[in-house]
């Protein structure tokens, strides 16, 4: 301990010797870190998985349960019609199934105040349970069939209500009242991965959930993706919604156990094979189950903006790297008569190397607190050029963990060369001169 | 002590080959006093690096207490020079940021000694060379002579067997050049080997013994030797 200290002394008089090369040193290797860091944490939220307990059991199934010829590829259509998920949800299999889409509309307390406008989830109850959404208050409605009744989040009723007390109350949706029969607690679900097919997953999650078959009653129309195969008018849910070819609905079901996923499979080609002999999916059999871990890629959703930025900032990060390793070499270089000098004392190569470990710790130190800071200010300036990233700029204990270990590898790297050539020097040679 | 058996050092580049040492045969007794002399370039500082283990050789052998030093690890040489050899340098080579404790400490860290042992060495080394009352000044405040003697402390403060000197006295003048010799003097009566590399005849004189080097040869002169005057 007392050597470690000695060497922690060593290394803060060697600074002092020379502090504007150290300052020029930390300062290109902190923006090098900071800039990658910053990209690294939208990179990191966008590709986290937020429900890692189950997001290797929740599943998107998707069929080629269309009339008419398929369109090129005949790849299944990433919604379905209400119809098919009728079809899909009766198996019985799933441990938990929902169907849902969103749409848009207006909110208020009574007909004089202004109208908020909020984004609605129209969904079933086993929602709340495949994404594991927190019940503050009340219950989810019973079962899937219409009422008007709306489950709200706690930060919209603080909003319309000035509490989150708000179980049993009215609300006016679109100015027809609903009940509101739940509170959820706050709850982001980051990226929205159950709306990744229409590319909305990096969006906030909704405040207000309405049952699907009230929507459908209510024409609520899909403020994403919606398509008619046949004559349906997608205006008119309540009437032509449930029967006709209009593809709007997404839908997840819950397969806990190897056995359900093999037997929903089965059960997915028995339902396709029953559907081609009835006449009424003309063309060839194409079944899809991604589960909600893979749901991004398979949609080939990923950003590729985030991507690009990744790897020119990883560039940018081996420059500096570069850059600092080169100021550092002539840091050491200057230094390199102490080296030899304490080789010749009796120091050996092992000791001169725990002496840059350590030098090596004080650069990752201090090199982290510059790093954090740039990468501070650059996630406030991404957030600020692309406001929709902002959900995704919060630092947790892995992202600063990741960041200390790569301040620690980089900083290493800038000090390895240059102490290797420092220790491994003409010992006489430094020492005459 | 120090046995030399056909000792060669050879400095190669990429054009030329320069023999540095040729054939070096040299015994050197516990507490001798030798001094190294012979022209510039004539390979004594090479000798002298040699000896301390900064340099290898190419051929011959070398034993220190009579154990060869051909062979050893890097650790097993760093603990040699840190245990049994100490150094003074013509250009004192001390650290300017390090007060003088901190200088005379440094090799004692090495070692492994616990605070307290290598306070009570740097100390007495202190008083040794006359500068107790300093020990907390930074080599830039003393003189050159101040400063040499705080070199002889740091070398002595391990009880080192063998003491390499080169050129200890080169950048002082007279006065200071003889304090220093006296030290060293009293230090090579206290029981310690010294080995130095000398220009001046006057300073080889005050050794016990002197080896001439000329073209990387020993020469065939003897130049002085007390015991044979006796």
């Not at chain 1, 369109?71 to 019985?92: A, F, I, T, W």
């Not at chain 1, 609903?178 to 991965?193: C, D, E, G, H, Y």
């Not at chain 1, 009835?278 to 079944?287: D, M």
């Not at chain 2, 440094?106 to 000694?113: A, H, I, N, V």
Request: a neutral charge.
């Amino acid at each position: 301990m007392e050597q470690l200290q000695y060497y922690f002394k060593i290394s803060l008089i060697s600074i002092k010797r020379a502090p504007l090369p150290y300052l020029l040193t930390v300062l290109i290797l902190s923006l090098g870190l900071g800039m990658f860091f910053a990209n690294a944490t939208f990179y990191y939220r966008l590709n986290s998985d937020p429900l890692p307990q189950k997001s290797d059991k929740l599943f998107f199934p998707m069929m080629l349960l269309v009339p008419g010829d398929c369109d090129s590829g005949c790849e299944p259509p990433p919604v379905l019609s209400y119809s098919n998920v009728q079809k899909l949800g009766s198996s019985g299999i799933p441990t938990a199934q929902a169907a849902m889409y969103s749409s848009d509309s207006y909110v208020r307390l009574d007909s004089k105040q202004q109208p908020l406008p909020v984004r609605l989830r129209l969904t079933q109850r086993d929602f709340f349970q495949l994404f594991d959404v927190p019940v503050l208050a009340g219950s989810i409605w019973p079962d899937n069939s219409a009422r008007y009744e709306v489950v709200i989040g706690k930060q919209l009723a603080e909003k319309l209500y000035g509490t989150a007390d708000v179980v049993g109350k009215s609300l006016l949706v679109d100015d027809r009242h609903f009940t509101i029969s739940a509170v959820i607690n706050p709850w982001q679900m980051l990226p929205r991965l159950y709306d990744a097919n229409n590319g909305s997953h990096i969006s906030e999650t909704e405040q207000l959930f309405m049952p699907l078959e009230t929507a459908y009653d209510l024409n609520y129309m899909s403020a994403t993706m919606s398509r008619t195969m046949d004559n349906t008018d997608y205006r008119q849910l309540a009437t032509q919604g449930r029967t006709g070819a209009l593809h709007q609905l997404q839908f997840w079901v819950q397969l806990d156990t190897p056995a359900q996923q093999k037997a929903y499979k089965d059960f997915m080609l028995q339902l396709a094979q029953s559907e081609q002999a009835a006449g009424r999916h003309p063309v060839h059999i194409n079944n899809q189950l991604p589960a909600l871990r893979d749901i991004v890629r398979y949609f080939g959703r990923e950003s590729g903006d985030v991507k690009a930025y990744a790897l020119v900032t990883l560039l940018f990060l081996v420059v500096c790297v570069f850059n600092a390793s080169h100021l550092s070499l002539n840091r050491y270089i200057s230094n390199q008569y102490e080296f030899s000098l304490r080789r010749a004392l009796g120091a050996s190569r092992w000791q001169l190397q725990q002496q840059l470990l350590v030098d090596v710790v004080v650069l990752t130190c201090i090199t982290l607190v510059f790093a954090l800071l740039i990468g501070a200010a650059s996630i406030q300036l991404m957030n600020y050029l692309w406001p929709f990233n902002r959900l995704f700029a919060s630092w947790d204990l892995s992202l600063l963990s990741a960041l200390l270990l790569l301040s620690l590898c980089c900083s290493y790297l800038v000090t390895l060369y240059p102490s290797l050539r420092a220790s491994f020097g003409a010992l006489n040679q430094q020492l005459k001169e | 002590m120090i046995e030399l058996a056909g000792l060669s050092k050879i400095f190669r580049t990429e054009l030329v080959e320069t023999h540095a040492l040729r054939d070096i045969s040299i015994s050197v007794n516990e507490g001798e006093f030798v001094a190294l002399t012979g022209p510039s370039g004539s390979g004594k500082s090479t000798l002298l690096n040699v000896l301390g283990t900064l340099e290898s050789f190419e051929q011959g052998d070398y034993l220190l207490d009579g154990k060869s030093v051909k062979g050893l690890s890097d650790r097993e040489l760093s603990t040699l020079r840190n245990e049994k050899i100490g150094f003074i340098f013509q250009g004192f080579n001390l650290i300017k940021d390090y007060s003088l404790f901190d200088n005379i400490e440094l090799p004692l860290r090495y070692r492994g000694f616990k605070p307290a042992e290598r306070k009570r060495r740097v100390e007495h080394a202190l008083e040794t060379v006359g500068l107790a009352a300093r020990r907390d000044y930074h080599p830039s405040q003393l003189s050159g002579g101040q400063q040499q003697r705080v070199a002889i402390a740091r070398a002595i403060a391990g009880s080192p067997r063998v003491l390499l000197a080169d050129e200890p006295t080169g950048n002082l003048d007279s006065l200071m050049a003889r304090q220093v010799m006296e030290l060293l003097d009293q230090i090579n009566r206290d029981g310690c080997t010294i080995l130095m590399v000398t220009h001046d005849p006057d300073q080889a004189r005050r050794a016990s013994r002197q080896i001439q080097i000329i073209d990387g040869q020993l020469s065939d002169a003897v130049l002085y030797d007390p015991l044979a005057v006796a």
